[in-house]
């Protein structure tokens, strides 16, 4: 198997997520016009891109306002990876109603998402697409897929994800509560050389408790107080 080169950044795919989106954030700002981007099935399969040195950077969202911590993300960085973190970007998660270039709102007879996505937008679909099933599919990115294929599906997703697939935006900001935000990690292999230098600094800590009983972290947490 030929060697990715070394400033390919794996995200979770497929071409379109919202991964897909920060991976070409984090490449710009290194100053990087053409990226190579390598999609990865799980966010497992991220890190080992990483660990192995398949790829340079690896992008794994941390963090969502709505939904809390990435529990995969922090799972990989207690328990597998020794990868650590280089830069963090923010990103604005903004919902579109992702169509088929020639289909109206008559011809959906489907509405397809991730979970997330679906779940993030209840109320403009009550509204707009009352009675209309939906279906789950495995991401944002697939919806628009689907969407740009089929006038019957409409999908949930990013405008960048329409464009990519050749779908149309019927309508953007259906999300129900605005300022929803994902935080992701640029991460590389341990003892990488920094990068993104201009960015603050921040600490992640993962704490292990060897005996579950009750107050167990609080004394951990007591320590603090003392540093």
């Known amino acids: 198997m030929t060697a990715e080169p070394p400033s390919a950044f794996a995200y979770l795919g497929p071409a379109g997520t919202y991964h897909d989106e920060a991976a070409r954030a984090f490449a710009k700002r290194l100053g990087i016009d053409d990226p190579q981007l390598i999609e990865c099935p ?6 080992d891109c990483v660990d192995r040195g398949k790829c340079e950077y690896g992008v794994v969202a941390t963090e969502n306002a709505l939904e809390g911590p990435v529990t995969a993300t922090l799972d990989n960085f207690a328990f597998r990876s020794s990868a650590t973190i280089l830069g963090e970007h923010v990103l604005d998660i903004h919902h579109c109603l992702i169509m088929h270039p020639e289909a109206t709102l008559n011809d ?33 990115a697939d919806s628009a897929r689907r969407a740009a294929s089929d006038k019957s599906i409409a ?40 990068v993104l230098t201009g960015s603050k600094f921040k600490t992640s800590l993962a704490l292990f408790l060897q005996a579950d009983r009750p107050g167990a972290l609080l004394m951990i947490l007591s320590e603090f107080a003392y540093a």
């Open 42 to 47: 799980s966010l497992s399969e991220v890190f």
């Open 108 to 140: 959906v007879k489907t509405v397809a998402s991730h979970p997330q996505g679906l779940a993030q937008c209840r109320r403009y679909l009550n509204d707009n697409l009352h009675g209309i099933p939906t279906v789950t599919v495995a991401s944002t």
């Open 155 to 194: 999908g949930i997703g990013n405008a960048f994800a329409a464009q990519l697939y050749g779908a149309r935006v019927a309508e953007t900001g259906i999300e129900d509560h605005f300022g929803n935000q994902t935080s992701f990690a640029l991460i590389g292999r341990q003892g990488h050389v920094p």
